[in-house]
């Protein structure tokens, strides 16, 4: 079999909601284990092409498209494609944390309950780990049963994250997840993009260009719909190839 080091991959994606068409013709690759930023000005098709990736755009109405997207070589855009897995597979982290009116525990262990884990031991252990991959187990590990909403808001991303990673996704789709967030609680969600990448494969939206220069290994530049360069992030932000991209790193415009 074909070695695949694509995590996903798009063809000649269009996306529509209702007749207004939101993506063109996208033929996007996203390597493994690699840290890929999607940028680009408001309204430019960021959050609509992340969506595409676990099927959330499903949940829209008038939402259509047509084109190819491969989940590890395999199509997911049909009717057989079991979409409660999928969302297992390809996690997915919001702009504002939102961490369930429950404990810290329960937050965590949510996802394994809904799929039919139990086991107490096997709940705990799963809690520990998921904390510890999302960097807050330290700071959690002797409140486990306070209410999550009472972490600051960088904790409670960081427990968002964890909730993400206690279903054993392989990869992290990240939708400005930062934005709410203060320098600090920025710089921590930072550090632990960079260690996600050693075990998932992570894609993220951002408006900070910043932001995208630090954490990502590759990145692609979006507008009006179209992706119009895709490259590392050394060469989109050192040498773009296309004048679009210049000029939007350059901030002459967005
Ligand atoms: N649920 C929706 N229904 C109708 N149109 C939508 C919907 N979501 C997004 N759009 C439209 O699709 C286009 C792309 O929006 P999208 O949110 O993907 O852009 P974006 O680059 O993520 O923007 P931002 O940076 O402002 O979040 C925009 O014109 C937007 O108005």
């Known amino acids: ?79 057989s494609t079991d979409v409660v897995e999928l969302r297992k597979r390809i996690g997915m982290v919001f702009q504002q944390p939102n961490p369930f009116p429950k404990s810290i525990y329960e937050n ?24 510890k991959g999302a960097a807050i187990w330290e700071e959690v590990k002797d409140r486990l049963h306070d209410a999550a909403r009472g972490l600051s808001g960088g904790q409670q991303q960081r427990l968002c994250i964890a909730r993400t990673l206690s279903v054993d996704p392989d990869i992290i789709l990240m939708d400005e997840p930062c934005s709410a967030l203060d320098p600090i609680a920025t710089a921590k969600i930072e550090n632990l993009i960079t260690e996600l990448k050693e075990e998932y494969t992570v894609v993220i939206v951002t408006h900070n260009m910043q932001q995208a220069a630090r954490v990502s290994d590759y990145t692609g530049f979006m507008y009006m719909g179209r992706l119009i360069e895709f490259d590392t992030t050394s060469v989109i932000f050192e040498r773009p190839k296309e004048e679009l991209t210049e000029n939007y790193i350059t901030g002459r415009f967005g």
Not at 52 to 61: A, G, T, V
């Open 1 to 79: 079999m074909k070695q695949q080091n694509n995590a996903l991959e798009t063809q000649t994606l269009n996306l529509y909601y209702g007749s207004t068409q939101a993506l063109i013709d996208v033929d996007i690759q996203i390597p493994k284990n690699k840290v890929t930023a999607l940028i680009g000005p408001s309204g430019c098709g960021k959050s609509t092409l992340l969506r595409c990736f676990n099927r959330m755009n499903d949940l829209i109405p008038d939402c259509s498209l047509s084109g190819s997207i491969l989940y590890h070589g395999e199509e997911i855009t049909g009717r």
């Open 108 to 131: 965590v262990i949510y996802g394994p309950k809904v799929h039919g884990m139990k086991d107490r031991k096997e709940l705990d252990a799963i809690a520990e780990k998921s904390l």
